[in-house]
Structure formats: C-alpha cells, structure tokens
T-cell receptor, first 113, second 115 residues
Framework: AQSVTQLGSHVSVSEGALVLLRCNYS??????LFWYVQYPNQGLQLLLK??????LVKGINGFEAEFKKSETSFHLTKPSAHMSDAAEYFC???????????FGEGTQLTVNP | EAGVAQSPRYKIIEKRQSVAFWCNPI?????LYWYQQILGQGPKLLIQ????????DSQLPKDRFSAERLKGVDSTLKIQPAKLEDSAVYLC?????????????FGDGTRLSIL
C-alpha cells in the first residue's frame, strides 16, 4: 500500500519567513499527490494537487509544491508566511487503483508575529 | 455552490450507546466518503460510496459501524455500540466522480466524544 510521511509534526516560522513543510511518499508507480489544509474545527481544504503533469504545482494562498521523483518527495512551500497560514497541513497520496486517499499524520504550522 | 453539509457538529455520548451522523454532499457529486480523524492523526477512510453502492469499506469496523446512502444522495454513518476509542472527528467528503485526479471536498465534520 502507498503511504506518506510528513517530517515534523510541528513547524514554527516567523511572519514573512519561508514556509517549508516536508512530505515523502512511498509508491512503486507515479502517484497522485495532494496537500490539504485544516483550520481549527473545520474540514480539509484542497491547497494543490499533482497529477503527473508539471512537476511544480501552484496552489491557493500562494503555496506551491514540487514533485521530485528521485527523492520521492512533494514538499510544500510558501515564500512569505502570513499569520492566517497558521493551521494543520496534510499531505495525501491516492492509490493507483480506486480513489482512496491515504493521509500523512499532519504538520501543525505556527506563525509568530 | 453549497459545500458538504454535516450534522450534528458535536455529539457527546456514553460508551455502549449508539450514535448517527448525517451528510449531504455537494449537489451532483456521485462519490461520497466517510473518514475518521483521531486527534493528532490524519483522516482514515472508513467507507466510499459510488452513487448508492459501496466501493470500499475495507477499513470499516463492521461489527459496530454501518453506513448507508439511500437514493445516492444523503448518507448516514452509525456506530452501535460506541467504544471509548471511537472518540474522533468524523468527516464526510464528496467528489464529482471517483477518478484519481478528482478532488475531494470535505465537510466541517462531527466531533464525537465518548464518556
């Protein structure tokens, strides 16, 4: 079965600093990869997705992620953090058969003023 | 467009009681998912419906959990009897179809606490 590993359950950055959230996947075939954001007491909102087209994917709210097959990674970045970016972020991989999403454990992002 | 609607938002019950959650997906979405999200973890798929048929229920604890999607629209997830380890947020999601690149749209969830 495919899986994702998110390195760092908590990441803290200063407002205006670079945001880097790490995600590594395990898959024997090219996967479909997703990043979701979850604000307190809310459901998950799709930030961006990789579906084997361009390796650099741009999403909402200024986030982007780069698919690197050689490193089996799909790290999420944002050049300048805003206070409103504080939330939990989940990386997910879609199975090669069916449409089940397998989520990582999540990374809680804190943005300090 | 209206999002995925879930109710109730919060539920507190005692162990061994039963509970039911309701989900109304986005209009026209054929695929519906129920996830369990335990505190500090990512969501885990419990069951997936395509219209009113079950596509994947391999991770559903069938001795106590059941779900249905009558008429291929609304869905209900039931737990009977509840155990302490069922304390979690139950998320419903829907997608237009079951294709690999179809995004899933999530509701705000039902937070279940078992006493």
């Amino acid at each position: 079965a495919q899986s994702v590993t998110q390195l760092g359950s908590h990441v803290s950055v200063s407002e205006g600093a670079l945001v880097l959230l790490r995600c590594n996947y395990s898959s024997s075939v090219p996967p479909y990869l997703f990043w979701y954001v979850q604000y307190p007491n809310q459901g998950l909102q799709l930030l961006l997705k990789y579906t084997s087209a361009a390796t650099l994917v741009k999403g909402i709210n200024g986030f982007e992620a780069e698919f690197k097959k050689s490193e089996t990674s799909f790290h999420l970045t944002k050049p300048s953090a805003h206070m409103s970016d504080a939330a939990e972020y989940f990386c997910a991989v879609r199975e090669t058969s069916g449409s089940r999403l397998t989520f990582g454990e999540g990374t809680q992002l804190t943005v300090n003023p | 467009e209206a999002g995925v609607a879930q109710s109730p938002r919060y539920k507190i019950i005692e162990k061994r009681q039963s509970v039911a959650f309701w989900c109304n997906p986005i209009s026209g979405h054929a695929t519906l998912y129920w996830y369990q999200q335990i505190l500090g973890q990512g969501p885990k798929l419990l069951i997936q419906f395509q219209n009113n048929g079950v596509v994947d229920d391999s991770q559903l604890p069938k001795d106590r959990f059941s779900a249905e999607r009558l008429k291929g629209v609304d869905s209900t997830l039931k737990i009977q009897p509840a155990k302490l380890e069922d304390s979690a947020v139950y998320l419903c999601a829907s997608s237009l179809e079951a294709g690999r690149n179809q995004p899933q749209h999530f509701g705000d969830g039902t937070r279940l606490s078992i006493l």
